[in-house]
T-cell receptor
Framework: DAKTTQPPSMDCAEGRAANLPCNHS???????VYWYRQIHSQGPQYIIH???NNETNEMASLIITEDRKSSTLILPHATLRDTAVYYC??????????????FGKGTLLTVNP | DAMVIQNPRYQVTQFGKPVTLSCSQT?????MYWYQQKSSQAPKLLFH???????NEADTPDNFQSRRPNTSFCFLDIRSPGLGDAAMYLC???????????????FGPGTRLTVT
C-alpha cells in the first residue's frame, strides 16, 4: 500500500472548519483514500473514503486533488467532540489481502473552545 | 444497535500467565481483525480471519494466537504475556465479499491489557 504523510498536530477553533491535509504521492490508480479518527480511549471510527471524486457525508467532506497525490478532510463546523487523532489511509482494492488497514501516525486535531 | 463488543474493557494479568481477550459482533461481518495499539502509537494489525481462514501478519510474535469458533466470536490468546505486551487490543470487523471491496471496518472499544 502507498504511504501517507500527515502533520502530527493541528488546532482548530470550535465552530470553524477543520481542514486536515494528507499527502499520498505514490498512490496507485486502484487505491482508495480512507479517513478514520480515534477519540481518546476509543476504537477508531470510519469517517469517509474516496477514489478520485470529492465525497461528502454527514460527518465530513473529502477533497482529492486531480492528480490524486493529496487529499484534504474537511470538518465543516468543528466541535469539541471532534478532538481526536485523524488517520489518512490508502488501501488497495484489488485482490489479495486487500482488507487490511495500515495506520500511519495520523494528525492529532485539537478543537479549542 | 449492531456493534462490536469487547470484553473485558480492562484486563490485568501477570507476567507469563496466559490471557484471553474476547470479541463478539452482531454485524454478521465475515472478516474479523485484531490490532495492538501501544501507548501513543497507531494501531498495528496482528492477524485477521476472512471467514474461517486465518491470516497472520509476518511480524506478529508466536506468543499471539487467535481462534474464531463461529462468525460472531473471535478470541485473542496471549500465551505468555511479557511487559512489552501491555497495550490496547482492538477488535474490528468488516464485510468483504468479492472484489473490489470498499467496506469500512467497525472497531470495538478495545481491551486495555496491563501486565504486572
Amino acid at each position: 500500500d502507498a504511504k501517507t504523510t500527515q502533520p502530527p498536530s493541528m488546532d482548530c477553533a470550535e465552530g470553524r472548519a477543520a481542514n486536515l491535509p494528507c499527502n499520498h504521492s505514490t498512490i496507485s490508480g486502484n487505491e482508495y483514500v480512507y479517513w478514520y479518527r480515534q477519540i481518546h480511549s476509543q476504537g477508531p471510527q470510519y469517517i469517509i473514503h474516496g477514489l478520485k471524486n470529492n465525497e461528502t457525508n454527514e460527518m465530513a467532506s473529502l477533497i482529492i486533488t486531480e492528480d490524486r497525490k493529496s487529499s484534504t478532510l474537511i470538518l465543516p463546523h468543528a466541535t469539541l467532540r471532534d478532538t481526536a487523532v485523524y488517520y489518512c489511509i490508502v488501501r488497495v482494492e484489488s485482490g489479495g489481502s486487500n482488507y487490511k488497514l495500515t495506520f500511519g501516525k495520523g494528525t492529532l486535531l485539537t478543537v479549542n473552545p | 444497535d449492531a456493534m462490536v463488543i469487547q470484553n473485558p474493557r480492562y484486563q490485568v494479568t501477570q507476567f507469563g500467565k496466559p490471557v484471553t481477550l474476547s470479541c463478539s459482533q452482531t454485524l454478521n461481518h465475515n472478516v474479523m481483525y485484531w490490532y495492538q495499539q501501544k501507548s501513543s502509537q497507531a494501531p498495528k494489525l496482528l492477524f485477521h480471519y476472512y471467514d474461517k481462514d486465518f491470516n497472520n501478519e509476518a511480524d506478529t510474535p508466536d506468543n499471539f494466537q487467535s481462534r474464531r469458533p463461529n462468525t460472531s466470536f473471535c478470541f485473542l490468546d496471549i500465551r505468555s504475556p511479557g511487559l512489552g505486551d501491555a497495550a490496547m487490543y482492538l477488535c474490528a470487523t468488516s464485510r468483504e465479499i468479492g472484489a473490489p471491496s470498499i467496506y469500512e471496518q467497525y472497531f470495538g472499544p478495545g481491551t486495555r491489557l496491563t501486565v504486572t
